[in-house]
């Protein structure tokens, strides 16, 4: 009798334990899940405050002007709030609005700073180093990298268009930027593995001649997920935008446009 009580005794500790580390583990990741959701939502509200620092008022200039055709008045603001803002990068109907950073001094320096340049883990959209901006010969492929934060800000949402459905509803992108105004149709969409997939660094990809032009384009339409119908030629401007893919532990989603007048 004494050892069926001791044995109950040992069976109801047991059970108190358990039942105990599993509230722990229920409270911590409440907890968790919690500070993600105001970690989203301050950082969803911090970006909407740059937002409205856009003069909506100003346009640029059309052609035959006496004023330069660009944003300087649109985005002074944001500029002189920091000098490494860029442009202003959007998909309508999704989240996707966010600000464009260039810092080619500071290689990813974005990818873990928010506009601000304080510590975060969002960071803010941002530039490849590599990409020539000014001059006379520019990167004919602008490379845009943000996160993908699982709870599909930044550039989460990037990876719907792995759907047909998702594509038809969403074919354009506008980049806008201290040069002027831009709207830019995918054509291209496609997931790739960076460490098992050496064999094409997309992300290099930037200054083209007409010879890495359509290599780079012929690549990323055997690849893609999307059937656009779109093959841009030699002279048309890129724009890929980089995240992020949780299907391999080094996965990236590349989504790939061409400017349209």
């Known amino acids: 009798m004494a050892k069926h009580k001791s044995r109950s005794s040992a069976g109801r500790w047991l059970y108190t334990l358990a039942m105990v580390f599993c509230a722990v583990v229920f409270l911590v990741s409440g907890g968790i899940l919690a500070h993600r959701f105001w970690q989203d939502h301050q950082t969803e509200n911090e970006f909407q405050d ?3 620092m856009i003069d909506t008022t100003t346009a ?7 004023a330069p055709a660009d944003n300087s008045a649109k985005f002074a603001a944001l500029q002189a709030r920091n000098p490494d803002f860029f442009g202003w990068i ?5 989240n996707l609005d ?6 080619p001094d500071n290689r990813d320096f974005y990818l873990r700073h928010d506009f601000d340049g304080q510590y ?12 020539v901006v000014t001059g006379e010969d520019p990167s004919n492929n602008l490379v845009i990298y943000g996160h993908n934060m699982k709870t599909g800000t930044i550039f989460g949402c990037l990876t719907g268009y792995q759907e047909a459905g998702y594509y038809a509803k969403h074919p354009i992108i506008r980049f806008d930027t201290i040069q002027g105004d831009g709207a830019y149709e995918v054509f291209a969409a496609f997931a790739i593995d960076v460490v ?4 094409f660094a997309y992300n290099t990809y930037l200054n083209l001649d007409e010879a890495a032009f359509n290599e780079f384009v012929q690549e990323v339409q055997r690849r893609s997920d999307v059937d656009s119908g779109i093959t841009p030629v030699y002279g048309d401007q890129l724009l890929t935008l980089s995240t992020c893919e949780y299907s391999t532990a080094n996965g990236r989603y590349v989504v790939c446009a061409r400017r349209v007048e």
């Open 120 to 131: 975060s883990n969002y960071g803010v959209p941002y530039l490849d180093e590599n990409c």
């Open 98 to 103: 966010f600000p464009v950073m260039y810092a």
């Open 50 to 52: 740059l937002a409205a």
């Open 60 to 66: 640029p200039a059309a052609e035959g002007e006496d």
């Open 90 to 94: 959007s998909i309508e109907g999704t």
């Open 196 to 199: 098992q997939d050496t064999g």
